[in-house]
């Protein structure tokens, strides 16, 4: 077990002593609308890493397995996992006094953020593997079970676990209230990506969707340590005209510092690569189908 791995474990069972998710994921979706798209990469993964790996992203495709299982490693070299966009993760918050503000997928971590009032958050996060040890062996299905009711973990299946939490005060019974609207039902958010024309070898290694705005991380392979990103990676940010252009400069230590855009419709593109894949990336970008 490498130094990073111990970090990892000591953070997961420390997790429901985190300051509440909300705001930072607000905070984080304003700055992906305000950053170029190499930038959007770092800021996903970095999401996901928010949620020990989990804001990250749940079945790729129509699931070959259960709804409570998420694909397993080896499901990463299946056809759908160069997909664009993939598919939503197969849950949801069915609430409607809560808005499903976006959602995000990783090969083997799912997350949505979910507000109401412009005031709280809502988020339900799913990975593979084991859950921490602070979590409970099965989904609650009485207040009693619950120690921390605004943030609530447990083992959904053999290789699935799953957290939910909330900045908005709630008891343990409102909270089991909401844990029972939690169903199977994969959300649905009209995003601009319709499609592009992924490279050969090439995966999805990170993908969120949000209203007017859609971030896209590809790379070769989904297992190796993605911070930073693999210079053979990819990276797509699509948002309005106006609301997203870069602010200029180069930072030295970017891995995907070659940066070309263009604009379709009422919409901008962005696309990172490295020089070498510069080419290829300006491809990739000219693949790019929107929804409008």
């Known amino acids: 077990m490498t130094d990073l791995d111990e970090l990892r474990r000591v953070l997961r069972d420390r997790e429901y002593l985190a300051p509440d998710p909300g705001a930072v994921l607000a905070g984080a979706t304003r700055r992906i609308r305000r950053r170029r798209a190499t930038s959007v990469a770092a800021v996903t993964l970095t999401v996901a890493a928010l949620g020990a790996g989990a804001v990250g992203l749940l079945n790729r495709g129509t699931p070959a397995t259960p709804p409570a299982t998420l694909a397993s490693p080896a499901a990463s070299e299946a056809p759908d996992a160069a997909k664009v966009p993939p598919a939503a993760p197969a849950i949801s918050l069915e609430d409607k006094s809560w808005e499903l503000l976006f959602w995000a997928v990783h090969p083997h971590s799912a997350s949505l953020h979910y507000g109401q009032d412009h005031q709280y958050g809502f988020d339900i996060d799913v990975e593979?593997?084991?859950?921490?040890?602070?979590?409970?062996?099965?989904?609650?299905?009485?207040?009693?079970?619950?120690?921390h009711p605004k943030t609530v973990m447990w083992q959904d299946g053999p290789q699935r676990w799953v957290r939910v939490r909330t900045t908005k005060p709630v008891t343990a019974e409102q909270m089991l209230a909401l844990l029972a609207k939690i169903g199977t039902t994969p959300p649905v958010l009209a995003s601009p990506l319709k499609s592009l024309q992924v490279p050969d070898g090439q995966k999805v290694a990170g993908f969120t969707s949000e209203p007017e705005t859609n971030t896209l991380v590809l790379c070769p392979d989904l297992e190796a340590n993605l911070a930073p990103l693999d210079p053979r990676c990819f990276s797509l940010f699509v948002f309005l005209t106006g609301t997203g252009e870069s602010t200029g400069g180069v930072d030295p230590k970017d891995p995907l510092p070659a940066h070309q855009s263009r604009k379709l419709g009422g919409y901008t593109l962005e696309m990172n690569s490295s020089y070498p894949n510069k080419a290829a990336a300006l491809a990739l970008l000219n693949s790019v189908r929107l929804n409008r």
């Not at 593979?128 to 120690?147: C, F, N, V, Y």
């Open 128 to 147: 593979d593997g084991r859950a921490p040890e602070s979590a409970l062996p099965a989904k609650p299905t009485a207040a009693a079970q619950i120690a």
